[in-house]
């Protein structure tokens, strides 16, 4: 259940069509990177730009922490049995993580785009929220997302989250400022 740290805490989660799992340092590949550097994935990210060395300091960085889980998604059906690395698509990140306060925040990336639209966000989020509701005690589970993602907004909707609040002009992106949706769900 809950523990005093998260930092260097192995994470492994099953669902239907991806496994969820922590993150390393070995993790760091060009697949990897090159989603980051994707304009297309990365336009509402803060990341415009990452090499490998910069992508393993930060998997590192969260492996390390006390108050996050960066949690990779895996494509389960490649062939290989399920539990194993199979494609690596995504990511879902849990930071920060308030086991005192019992509060989460949550952000996702699909960075491979052949997954975009078929579910995997969603069931990625269900998963990490679920595992931060049951095992590590989490009563509260929020995100912030730009109101241009709408795609994003769809699937926190369908895994329960919904609008707190709008953060009017809360986000700058390129000098833009946007609104900024922050959504919560309950356990």
């Known amino acids: 259940m809950n523990s005093a740290s998260l930092s260097q805490r192995q994470v492994g989660i099953e669902g239907e069509h991806v496994f969820l799992r922590t993150l390393l340092p070995d993790d760091a590949s060009e697949r990897y990177a090159s989603w980051l550097n994707d304009p297309v994935v990365n336009q509402y990210l803060e990341t415009r730009s990452m090499t490998i060395p910069k992508l393993r300091a930060y998997?590192?960085?969260?492996?390390?922490?006390?108050?996050?889980?960066?949690?990779?998604?895996?494509?389960?059906?490649?062939?290989?049995?399920?539990?194993?690395?199979?494609?690596?698509?995504?990511?879902?990140?849990?930071?920060?993580?308030?086991?005192?306060?019992?509060?989460?925040?949550?952000?996702?990336?699909?960075?491979?785009?052949e997954f975009?639209?078929?579910?995997?966000?969603?069931?990625?989020?269900?998963?990490?929220?679920?595992?931060?509701?049951?095992?590590?005690?989490?009563?509260?589970?929020?995100?912030?997302v730009i109101a241009q993602n709408t795609p994003a907004i769809r699937v926190y909707e369908k895994c329960g989250f919904t609008v707190d609040h709008i953060e009017k002009n809360g986000i700058n992106h390129d000098g833009v400022l946007h609104d900024k949706i922050h959504m919560i769900k309950k356990a």
């Open 116 to 144: 975009w639209g078929r579910g995997v966000g969603t069931e990625a989020t269900n998963l990490a929220t679920n595992f931060a509701f049951k095992d590590l005690g989490i009563r509260e589970m929020r995100l912030g």
């Open 59 to 113: 998997i590192g960085e969260k492996w390390e922490s006390d108050q996050a889980l960066l949690l990779g998604v895996f494509w389960k059906e490649t062939g290989l049995p399920a539990g194993q690395a199979g494609a690596h698509i995504g990511n879902v990140k849990l930071e920060p993580v308030d086991l005192s306060g019992r509060m989460a925040m949550l952000g996702l990336l699909i960075g491979d785009k």
